[in-house]
């Protein structure tokens, strides 16, 4: 025993010496799973100055860690909060999906940075100004308050606000882009239990199960351990894309178009009580009714039309996976989409996804019906063409004349409207 604290002793000096023999500093090993620094600083030889110890460290968190945590700051309250966040996660690791995942989905909310303060000029022109700060003073202060004012006053005339439209729009077919390019995509989301509470309950319910026993007593086993879980994978990925293309393609006809001269228009209250002839007399006499804007996304129509044909066949050819429980049931319990995608097959379906084929490429024959509904013939429109190479200005689709009720007696010059009626003919639809 005396040995051995003899031999401890001696270790215990020869160290003290060693670390004593020079005022240098030296590196210690720190701990696994922290980043820093630990120095110890030892003081010259024969110095009355003590040993001093520097730690400069803290535990590390990996992209993985800070993807989980920003996950549950995801809500309408803290999005921006956890769009902080999951850039660290990227900085840490630029291929971490989940983070990747939720960046391209917030991107969207990310646009309305300001717009609280940014809105209030064209608000102050064409709305009511009073309602909006009211609004505004009487909405909770929070994180997603700040975030709403945190802008200058730059929105100044509608075609402004169609500017971050677009840039929404813009976002989401991001977002669209995200999912196709990562189609086939496999993650596991953790739920924020105070915002997805209801949802989680119902999986809690759903996920216990009953068993009868041979004395025809009955056993209840429940498994909660996925019930604020919700998975993601290809299946899920076709439909947010499609959700994503449908916002997109509503969008882009809104936002093709300036609508500063309309807006102006609509003011006028020297037309008030005006009849439809004065009106149109106004609108041929202004030197632009609307403008086609250089980001406006029309030709894009076309190619979200045909992804909803890929994946309207796609989800034909899964049925037996997507729907295999039948339409209104969970087909797909644990997943974020878990009611499946289910497609009824029928004869009108498949001749309504054939027509929309077919409007993609070319022109197509539609029905020319009377007051009654009656199909009474056929007209050629090129909806395609017309996208791709949309009218300059909303002016050169003015009818030239119309009667007292406002409908159109006649058109213009172009009987193609644009190209969208190529044979000319759309006098056919005019009130004769």
Same mark, same amino acid.
């Given at each position: ?11 215990? *000096? ?23 620094? /630990?120095?110890?600083?030892?003081? =010259? ?6 040993? *001093? ?22 809500? =309408? ?51 009511? /100004?009073?309602? &909006? $700060? ?14 709403? &004012? ?8 509608? #075609? ?44 809690? *319910? ?8 041979? $004395? ?8 909660? #351990? ?5 998975? /993601?994978?290809?299946? $899920? ?49 202004? =030197? ?10 029309? #030709? ?39 009611? +499946? ?11 309504? /996804?054939?027509? &929309? ?39 050169? &689709? ?11 007696? #006649? ?12 044979? +000319? ?8």
């Amino acid at each position: 025993m005396k040995t051995n604290f003899l031999r401890s002793t001696v270790m215990a *000096t020869s160290l003290i010496l060693a670390l004593t023999a020079c005022g240098e500093k030296a590196q210690v090993k720190k701990a696994d799973g922290t980043e820093g620094k /630990i120095e110890v600083t030892t003081p =010259p030889k024969g110095s009355n100055e003590d040993l *001093t110890v520097t730690v400069d460290a803290k535990p590390v968190v990996d992209a993985s860690g800070l993807a989980d945590a920003a996950e549950q700051l995801v809500g =309408p309250y803290s999005f921006m909060l956890a769009d902080k966040v999951f850039d660290a996660a990227l900085e840490k690791d630029a291929n971490n999906m989940k983070a990747q995942f939720y960046k391209a989905l917030l991107k969207r909310m990310m646009i309305f940075k300001g717009i609280a303060t940014r809105v209030r000029p064209v608000i102050k022109t064409n709305g009511n /100004i009073a309602q &909006l $700060d009211k609004s505004v003073k009487d909405f909770p202060e929070s994180a997603l308050k700040t975030f709403l &004012l945190e802008g200058k006053e730059d929105l100044q005339k509608p #075609s402004n606000i169609i500017t971050i439209l677009a840039e929404y729009k813009n976002a989401v077919n991001d977002f669209r882009k995200f999912t196709k390019l990562h189609a086939d995509l496999e993650l596991t989301l953790n739920l924020n239990p105070l915002l997805f509470q209801k949802q989680i309950t119902e999986e809690a *319910t759903d996920a216990c199960s009953v068993i009868a026993n041979p $004395d025809k007593s009955v056993t209840v086993s429940c498994d909660y #351990s996925k019930a604020a879980q919700k998975k /993601i994978n290809s299946a $899920d990925m076709v439909v947010l894309s499609q959700m994503a293309a449908g916002e997109v393609l509503y969008l882009s006809m809104y936002t093709a178009y300036d609508v500063d001269a309309l807006a102006d228009l609509a003011a006028d209250k020297s037309l008030e009580g005006k009849s439809a002839e004065q009106i149109l007399a106004r609108l041929k006499s202004m =030197p632009t009714v609307a403008g086609l804007r250089k980001d406006q996304s029309l #030709s894009t129509i076309p190619t979200l039309g045909a992804d909803f044909v890929a994946a309207y066949q796609w989800a034909m050819k899964y049925q037996g996976n997507l729907c295999a429980k039948g339409e209104g049931k969970k087909n797909r319990p644990g997943f974020l989409v878990n009611q +499946g995608v289910c497609v009824q097959h029928s004869t009108e379906a498949d001749q309504s /996804i054939a027509m &929309l084929n077919a409007a993609l490429s070319s022109a197509i024959s539609m029905p020319v019906r009377n007051a009654r509904g009656e199909e009474v013939s056929q007209i050629r429109v090129n909806v395609a063409g017309f996208l791709k190479n949309p009218p300059q200005d909303l002016k050169m &689709l003015l009818p030239e004349t119309v009667n007292a009720e406002g409908k159109v007696t #006649s058109f213009g010059p172009d009987k193609t409207l644009g190209g969208l009626f190529p044979d +000319g003919d759309v006098e056919r639809l005019t009130v004769k």
